[in-house]
């Protein structure tokens, strides 16, 4: 058991910044890593040291492997904390801070191999009979082997990348005609993603939920689950919107895939924190999708129910301390709602919109946290993922926890940059999301950027026809109860959808 009192955070943004506050919280020292382009970021003026780890592209810097623990030897550090992303689900990188006598936080080389391949993680976990989503256990090496899928558990059914993550890689195929070009556009994907073409086949479930469990293990084999997040509402295969607890939640329910979750980490003999993915449909029935072997994006959400700083218990962990918490110590407390507020043009299928942020009000008040890694001033890149903040909000009752998220995405204003702030306000306004009544394909069967450019418009419109009517009334006077009337009714439209 060693006690930890520095850390270099190998990672940048929000999760740089969350790490190092609780960091701070515990009375530990913290270095931070940046690239050239990052240097007025918050995460390096908070550590106690920041180092410049090289050129903007994330090979040059924040995937540079020796680069990061010749500097964590130099700053001294006990331990390196990697986040989400980079380096984080990297088994050669766990293995070589080890081997540099640095703590990793998070799990050892063998666990992340073991679950960060997706085909060897289905095989782990089913043999733990936990079930999986219907699929094939090895890559599917040639064409012949796809078709014979496809007829055997019917269509449609989904490419995935072996190694993927990011939604990358991901095909859906509708018939068995569109099976050969679908194949070699996935495998090509695969490998400019992630070096790695090996695909593999799952069945495509047609309206599933994606739920997902946080789990914690220490080093003497005791695991336990922080319940579950509800993360259906996606675009692209990726999250914007996340809650929990999830609506369709029961305790049985909760019980029965926090068990599933915590079994299938242990089966490979994981330690720290962790989230076992799964698919959920429509008669409750639970799928293992996959493991994320660390932090992940998402984690404020149970921090706000269970009252536990993952970071924290991710610390204790690694410092060879059995867990701080026994399962029936877990207790859930109200509902948190968490929105990725992210830089991309909401109205032209969310593409990343880069730029500088010229102006940043950010969103307060009672039970509302912001975990946010750039300011006023700084820029979203093409080179990093070009989320600006999260903005999480708690409350006793999923309705109070979604009044509060509206309000405070009405306080935050930004701008310089296009945002996805409407879209989200769009998204919890909308009755079947506010009915708890979705699954993955929400934003897909609902979303048109049209309604939210048509209120858009409609509001401009309202404005000009404002501006004319004191224009008007600077002139002549008219009949002051319709103008009253008028003014009230488009100033409560603009209220509605234009903030
Ligand atoms: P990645 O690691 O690339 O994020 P995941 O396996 O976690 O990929 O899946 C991301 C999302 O894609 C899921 O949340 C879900 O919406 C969708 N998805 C993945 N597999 C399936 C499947 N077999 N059937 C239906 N949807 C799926």
């Known amino acids: 058991m060693k006690k930890i009192k520095k850390i270099l955070i190998a990672n940048r943004g929000e999760i740089a910044v969350r790490v190092i506050r609780t960091c701070k919280d515990l009375g530990i020292r913290t270095v931070s890593v940046y690239s050239e382009i990052d240097q007025n970021l918050p995460h ?4 106690d040291e920041a180092y410049c780890i090289g050129r903007a592209t994330p090979a040059e810097s924040y995937l540079n492997k020796q680069k990061i623990i010749d500097i964590a030897l130099k700053a001294q550090v006990d331990a390196i904390h990697p986040g989400y992303g980079f380096l984080s689900e990297n088994s050669e990188f766990s293995k070589m801070v080890q081997d540099a006598g640095i703590i990793f936080i998070g799990p050892p080389p063998e666990a992340i191999e073991k679950m960060g391949d997706k085909i060897s993680a289905r095989r782990l976990v089913s043999a733990a009979s936990i079930p999986v989503v219907p699929g094939t256990d090895a890559p599917v090496m040639d064409l012949n082997q796809a078709i014979e899928f496809g007829r055997k558990y019917g269509y449609p059914i989904l490419l995935k990348a072996a190694g993927g993550g990011g939604g990358k890689g991901m095909r859906i195929v509708k018939m068995e005609s569109e099976l050969t070009s679908a194949l070699r556009s996935a495998q090509s994907e695969a490998q400019t993603a992630f070096g790695d073409n090996r695909i593999y086949i799952e069945k495509y479930l047609e309206n599933p939920r994606h739920i997902e469990f946080q789990i914690l293990c220490d080093s003497y084999g005791n695991g336990i689950h922080l319940g579950e997040r509800e993360c259906s509402i996606q675009r692209r295969h990726q999250k914007i919107i996340e809650e929990s607890p999830s609506v369709i939640m029961t305790p049985e329910l909760r019980d029965k895939m926090g068990r599933a979750a915590v079994k299938a980490a242990l089966s490979a003999n994981y330690r720290n924190a962790g989230t076992i993915e799964f698919l959920v449909d429509k008669q409750s029935n639970f799928y293992f999708l996959e493991m ?27 410092e060879g301390n059995p867990l701080s918490y026994s399962q029936s110590q877990i207790n859930f407390r109200g509902h948190a709602i968490e929105c990725r507020i992210y830089a991309e043009d909401y109205e032209n299928n969310f593409l990343p919109s880069i730029g500088k942020i010229k102006k940043l009000k950010s969103a307060a008040g009672a039970f509302i946290r912001e975990d946010r890694g750039v300011d006023e001033g700084n820029e979203i890149s093409v080179y990093y993922d070009p989320m600006i903040s999260k903005l999480i909000a708690w409350g006793e009752t999923r309705d109070i926890a979604l009044k509060r998220m509206q309000r405070a995405l009405e306080e935050y204003k930004l701008a310089g940059i296009k945002t996805n702030i409407n879209a989200c306000k769009w998204i919890l306004n909308h009755k079947k999301f506010v009915e708890g009544d979705f699954d993955t394909h929400f934003i897909e069967n609902y979303y048109n950027p049209e309604i939210i450019k048509n209120k858009r418009d409609e509001i401009i419109e309202a404005i000009a026809i404002i501006s004319t009517i004191y224009l008007n009334n600077q002139k002549a006077s008219y009949d002051h109860t319709i103008k009253n009337k008028d003014v009230s009714k488009w100033k409560s439209k603009k209220l509605e959808y234009f903030r």
């Open 292 to 318: 994320n072997t660390r932090l992940q994006v998402e984690h404020p959400v149970t921090e706000m129910v269970t009252q536990i700083d993952i970071v924290k218990e991710q610390i204790n962990i690694a």
């Open 44 to 47: 390096v003026r908070l550590a």
